[in-house]
């Protein structure tokens, strides 16, 4: 029955239960962008939490306590729009075990998590949110509602380590022997050589 409508129309006429996170579709430029077909031919899948959700995100996250304070940030506003919607139309009967195929708007690559509970096995996106309502079928691809917002990722590893104090000393380690240049970089500029990489790190505890 939802054929007919868009991703975006879909929440239009839910919007009582999703006004929030269409105010952040808004602000965040893809508005539009999910009332049309992807130019690739392969659809989208949204990830979206309704406003009890965006509530307990905004208690939670310790930097934005408004909905007015996130929207008015664009650059968070953009990856946090972006980082929900994976370009590529995906059922929950096509999830993979691990990472999609295709990356979200902001490049960046969601896993998904199966986890076995006692009589039934429900999905996790990032380990972070639980799939409440699965496959809404629609023109323009698949909507599939969590439990709780996705953390975009807009730190490096550099600046990880900066916001938490836990790990000062391993910070202070990077800038004395000059790795402070090679970590502090962001890894999606087109121009970029490095590739990604890991590090392994200790807290201050363990020092």
Do not use: C
Not at 25 to 30: P, S
Not at 82 to 95: K, P
Not at 142 to 154: A, D, E, F, N, R
Request: proline content about 3%; aromatic content about 14%; hydrophobic content about 40%.
């Amino acid at each position: 029955d939802m054929e007919q409508f868009t991703i975006y129309d879909y929440l239009v006429e839910n919007e009582k239960d999703f006004s929030s996170f269409i105010a952040i579709l808004k602000a965040g430029g893809i508005d539009k962008t999910l009332s049309a077909y992807n130019p690739n031919g392969i659809d989208y899948t949204l990830f979206v939490t309704d406003n009890k959700a965006v509530d307990q995100f905004l208690k939670d996250n310790g930097k934005y306590t408004t909905l007015d304070a996130i929207l008015n940030d664009k650059v968070y506003v953009e990856a946090l729009a972006r980082y929900h919607v994976v370009n590529l139309g995906t059922s929950s009967y096509e999830f993979p075990f691990g990472t999609f195929s295709e990356p979200t708007l902001t490049g960046d690559y969601l896993n998904v998590n199966f986890i076995l509970a006692k009589d039934t096995t429900y999905y996790k996106i990032n380990n972070q949110a639980s799939v409440t309502k699965a496959n809404i079928d629609l023109s323009n691809g698949y909507v599939h509602v969590i439990g709780s917002m996705l953390k975009p990722i807009t730190l490096n590893s550099y600046n990880w380590l900066k916001q938490n104090a836990g790990y000062s000393i391993f910070a202070s380690a990077l800038e004395a022997t000059g790795w402070k240049k090679v970590i502090d970089v962001d890894m999606k500029l087109k121009d970029q050589p490095l590739k990604p990489f890991t590090m392994l790190v200790e807290p201050d505890a363990v020092f």
